[in-house]
């Protein structure tokens, strides 16, 4: 007789959704990776990329990496041969020694991102770092880190969003630059249908018409880069027919008369021409808004924008003028730290191991640091693949050739950068270790459980980094903390009142009984304590002391602004790999609008090639009104290959107005038939 059993766990990819795994095993061997009925958000599903590559590569032991590699080819061509662990890593400490020792530990570089979201995994590599004096590549600058800036000048946080379950006490969502059909595939499913079902008005914000735009009671589709003239325009609406919170405005509002001038001058007539959107859509979508109670969603691609810190600081207003805060049913939601759970981040990368100050460089600076050997002589990735996701894709490449950098990648697989690889070393999958995952969108808490021994030689990230302080002679404590106690410290913060093998059995928990009031003590860590409209703490940093009327000039006549957002079939690169995922993926394509298909003489499956500066990028043509003319989609991160490239090659170093952040939006191509 087989034995079956269900290990219940979670799912820790950069996601909204955070969803509820049951891990079926049979005889002790995972036989099917499925949705968690019990699970509050996912209901007993898994997105489909997961559903594959859970099922596929990710559980394919021929895919796997299962053992530390030694690079015996050039550098790019992918070849290794098997190394023993001891050797790797006897290695490994040789290169950082010589550098430590030599008062140089600057010039090792680090990248790592969201491979895993789990709080270990995650975060314990960074104590060894930290104790190194590495430079982080800091890993928001590719992704989120204008908009975390933004929020905190304005609202003091950037990660204390609004409680998802308050959705029942509003009468309008506003999703503003997300896309929740592609990037929280389970919150577009439930959350956001049954609110609709419900009476809830869903405005959406986007230039693409995405699902979620389909679904909306309205849909606002701006020309990309105008939302702050188009945020001024709905404070223009509200603040001319007086329904602006004047109690609000007076009680925790710092600077807010400041914006008027520019609020009295951004009428919707103007900026329906900059924007693109229609005056009457302006005006229903602000009255609706400032109606409220209201919720918005700011989306991460939104302030992937050379003006994206100032976007959110615009959009910022209309939370102040409406009063849309600190009340049921009211708020926003950029992201949701672990912070709000109670669990203090620096208890897991001990940044006191540090001895002195640790550098950082901007991911839009990766290529130039990575070329230069007096800035670059080691370069570590873990948790990341940045040679598929980073701009700059043909510098960064050519910088990985480097012969004299010594370049250690950890992965679950072989990937774009594991090619250029001096020592690979194999990791551990979240099936095959314990970890803590805290959704970024419910304030959730839920446990990641072992259901399979690693394969073959594979080491969670953690204890790669344990072995390779050992190797480096290192005496912390802190950094062999193991982590069971390490979990049982985490869960300790959260106030959960179980152990681990508790929360295992139920997999998700949530730690408030109730939806909670977003700011209900209306104070604010900034300096005046109040929302702050106007920042002096912005002028010492080189930014305006308001939020800005601005919008991007629209791009020349025949050239393309590509936005490349998250595809429903990609996790940013991973799962690229899954032969499942092939399929469903297809031919790389651009998705560019019926006008510019014309213009350019374009017809549906067409060959065709976009570039610039970066070089020459071949894609097949994709004809929809999803997009807008002037406006092409290429959905971001494909996996490459060591020959060929993704949309990266044509995104440049631009950085945001904030945070040194991307502005992958603002990339502008040509365009031609092949
Ligand atoms: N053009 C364009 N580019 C973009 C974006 C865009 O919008 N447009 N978006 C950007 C954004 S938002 C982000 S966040 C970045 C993301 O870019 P990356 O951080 O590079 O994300 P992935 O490509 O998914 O790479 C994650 C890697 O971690 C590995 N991994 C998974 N689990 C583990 C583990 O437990 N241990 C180890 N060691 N490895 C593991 C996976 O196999 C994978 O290779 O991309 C950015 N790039
Ligand atoms: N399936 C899948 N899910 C993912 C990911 C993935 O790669 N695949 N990546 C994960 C990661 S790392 C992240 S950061 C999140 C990101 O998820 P989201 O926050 O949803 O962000 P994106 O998908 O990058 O972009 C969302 C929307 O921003 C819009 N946008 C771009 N420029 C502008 C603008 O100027 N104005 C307005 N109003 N909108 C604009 C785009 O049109 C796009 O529809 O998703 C996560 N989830
Ligand atoms: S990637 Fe997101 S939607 Fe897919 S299973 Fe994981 S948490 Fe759920
Ligand atoms: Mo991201």
Known sequence: MQERNIIKTTCPRDCYDACGIAVVRRDGVIAKVLGDPDHPISRGGLCGKCAIAYNGAWRDPTMRLQQPLRRVGPKGTGSFAPIAWDDALAEIAARLGGLVDGGQASRILHTHYTGTVGQIAGGFPSRFFNRLGATEVDPDTVCNKAGHLALELVFGSSVDGFDPRSIVEARTLVIWGANPSHSAPHQHRYWLREAQARGIKIIVVDPIGHETARLADLHLKPRPGTDATLAFAWLNV??????????????????????????????????????????????????????????????QGLQRQPDGGNIFRAISALVAFTGNLAKPGAGFLYLNGAGNRGIDGTTITAPELARGTVGSVSHMDLATVLADPAQARVFINWNNNPAASSPQQGLLRAALQRDDLFHVAIDLFHTD??????????????LEFDDLVLSYFDLTLSAQVKAAEPPGQALPNQEIFRRMARAMGFKEPLLYENDTALIARLLGQTGYPGSFSDLAVVGTVTLFPTARVQFADLRFATPSGKIELASTRAETIGIPRIPQPHADTPVAEGMLRILSPASPWLMNSSYGNDRGISEKLGAATLTLHPDDAALHGISEGDAIVIGNTGGELPLLATISDIAQPGMGIVYKSRWTGPASNNINLLVSNLKSDMAESTAVHATEVTLRRA
């Open 417 to 430: 950068t594991t090619a250029y690889a001096d020592i690979v070393l194999p990791a551990a999958s979240f």
């Open 238 to 299: 509200l603040w001319t027919q007086g329904l602006v919170d004047r109690d609000f405005l007076a009680s925790h509002v710092f600077g807010a008369e400041e914006l008027v001038p520019a609020i009295e001058r951004t009428t919707p007539a103007i900026a329906a021409r900059v924007c693109g959107v229609d005056e009457s859509q302006i005006e229903a979508a602000a009255l609706a808004y400032g109606a409220g109670p209201s919720l918005l969603w700011l989306g």
